[in-house]
């Protein structure tokens, strides 16, 4: 079966975000007041071919950790899987 | 015998003649080698340069780091081997964990072309073992994600067992303790963002020879 998966990939607590704090700037430079935060992030879509969603995000998880995030500077979440 | 220093090039790196230039100029050999190659020969050290490996997608370095060539890169520096990463190859040498830490985007969000002036902050490094700690040199650099981030134990043992070997003396990109270059424990590993083999005119080291970082580099055996 073909699934496929959101994954989120963000800058760690704590690691400067320099994208997401001249994003932050701009908002307040807008008017927008009520913003108090922007982290800049990206998402990947990623289709998979897997026997069952379990092994199909079992694939997601491990290309997260091993080439789409630097775990030294990001994190990154599963949004979701669903079937394609 | 002049020693034989391999020129490692991935699609999208654009540095790797002006190495080879330079090193051949300076006294050794160099061997151009692509990313498939899985064995690195009989080289005496390897040189990654700089340029956009693979667009710089994902993240710089990212996709390099899986390249055939690197696994061998990988075995010849657990072995003890020089190494040296030069601003996509300082990336590069990140993603693939030779080297601790990662390099972000500029603090400024902006790509920085200019020469800057560096300090020399150790000896015990394969590109400076012939400069005074404290030397003054220019360099140029030329990157987007130059600025070099690392967890506060990392920051605190690259400062204590003395792996920092080059600090910008103006900080342009907002890198962690102004780190321009860093070496390995086993200090055979060395990664800078500036591009030693770019050195003009305006060379500032105390001998006023050029190319004193590479000419260290390829005598360090």
Known sequence: MRFQGVVLVQPKEGIADPEGSTIYDAAGALGYSGVVGVRAGRSFIVDVDANDEEAARRTIMRLGEELLTNPVIQRFSVLSVDVA | ?221
């Open chain 2, 1 to 221: 015998m002049s020693r034989v220093i391999g020129v490692l090039s991935f699609p999208g790196t654009n540095c790797e003649f002006d190495v080879a230039e330079v090193v051949s100029r300076i006294g050794a050999n160099a061997k151009l080698l692509n990313h498939r190659s899985t064995d690195l020969k009989d080289v005496d050290g390897v040189i990654l340069p700089g340029g956009f490996s693979y667009g710089d997608y994902l993240r710089p370095g990212a996709v390099a780091r899986f390249s055939p060539v690197m696994r061998a890169v990988e075995d010849f520096g657990r072995r003890g081997g020089p190494i040296l990463g030069i601003c996509n190859g300082f990336q590069i040498l990140t993603e693939a964990g030779l080297l601790p830490g990662a390099l972000q985007k500029n603090r400024n969000l902006s790509f920085i072309c200019e020469e800057v002036e560096l300090v020399v902050a150790t000896q015990q490094s394969s590109i400076t073992r012939t400069l005074k700690v404290g030397t003054r040199l220019r360099l140029p650099i030329n990157h987007f994600e130059g600025n070099y981030t690392c967890d506060t134990d990392t920051e605190r043992l690259l400062v204590e067992r003395d792996l920092v070997v080059l600090r910008y003396v103006s900080n342009p990109n907002g890198s962690m303790n102004d780190i321009a270059g860093i070496t390995n424990e086993g200090r055979n590993i060395v990664g800078m963002m500036p591009h030693p083999e770019r050195e003009g005119i305006h060379f500032a080291g105390e001998n006023g020879s050029r190319y004193e970082l590479l000419r260290s580099f390829i005598s360090t055996w």
